[in-house]
């Protein structure tokens, strides 16, 4: 079936570095991603998101970016901070039902 | 944005027995969806619950073992049933944000079967 997947499983980072986690998508009609952060013993969190008509999206620290020729997404952390420390999962939203397909998740481990 | 509440938040069962998960949101709702995640591992979508219809299961999932309900627009419960200890994990509740954004979650269910 359809699927989304991350390519780093784990990724540990200096606090004060930048990250970045990757994902790649399968279903070329997905219009819609989100990235999410889920500490241990919490629900999906959403950072942020961006729709398949943009390239970049920009949060506070967080940046979004789509590349729907590779379909591939990836989520840019600045100044990586302990707090940030859990793992991210991409989500597509396939057109269809509104329903997400989740990636596999990575998780980021910050050293201080 | 939506606040989710699930219950129980956690519990230890017994295989055989059945659990019942509710998820109750603050605001009214046209979707829900309930999501299963094994230890370790992401989010799997069991199904999709709407409201005055029978909830639509993904592939892998069958209604005589999560039966959904969804009696109104602010609540719906899931059921584990016939427990087995491969059905330990997080069962999520999710909704839908207005004009297709970002989907909401609760707190999760962590299951344990033994």
């Known amino acids: 079936g359809e699927s989304v997947g991350l390519h780093l499983p784990t990724l540990s980072v200096q606090e004060g570095d930048n990250s970045i986690i990757n994902c790649a998508y399968s279903n070329s009609a997905s219009d819609y991603f989100i990235w999410y952060k889920q500490e241990s013993g919490k629900g999906p969190q959403f950072i942020i998101d961006i729709r398949s008509n943009m390239d970049k999206r920009q949060g506070q620290r967080v940046t979004v970016l789509l590349n729907k020729t590779v379909k591939h997404l990836s989520l840019q952390i600045a100044a990586t901070q302990p707090g940030d420390s859990a793992v991210y999962f991409c989500?597509?939203?396939?057109?269809?039902?509104?329903?997400?397909?989740f990636g596999q998740g990575t998780e980021l481990s910050v050293k201080p | 944005s939506a606040v989710i509440s699930q219950k129980p938040s956690r519990d230890i069962c017994q295989r055989g027995t059945s659990l019942t998960i509710q998820c109750q949101v603050d605001s009214q709702v046209t979707m829900m969806f309930w999501y299963r995640q094994q230890p370790g591992q992401s989010l799997t979508l069991i199904a999709t619950?709407?409201?005055?219809?029978?909830?639509?299961?993904e592939s892998g999932f069958v209604i005589d073992k999560f039966p959904i309900s969804r009696p109104n627009l602010t609540f719906s419960t899931l059921t584990v049933s016939n427990m087995s200890p491969e059905d330990s994990s997080i069962y999520l509740c999710s909704v839908e944000g207005q004009g297709n954004t970002e989907a909401f979650f609760g707190q999760g269910t962590r299951l344990t079967v033994v």
């Open positions: 619950a709407n409201q005055g219809s029978e909830a639509t299961y």
């Open positions: 989500a597509e939203n396939l057109p269809i039902g509104g329903k997400l397909i």
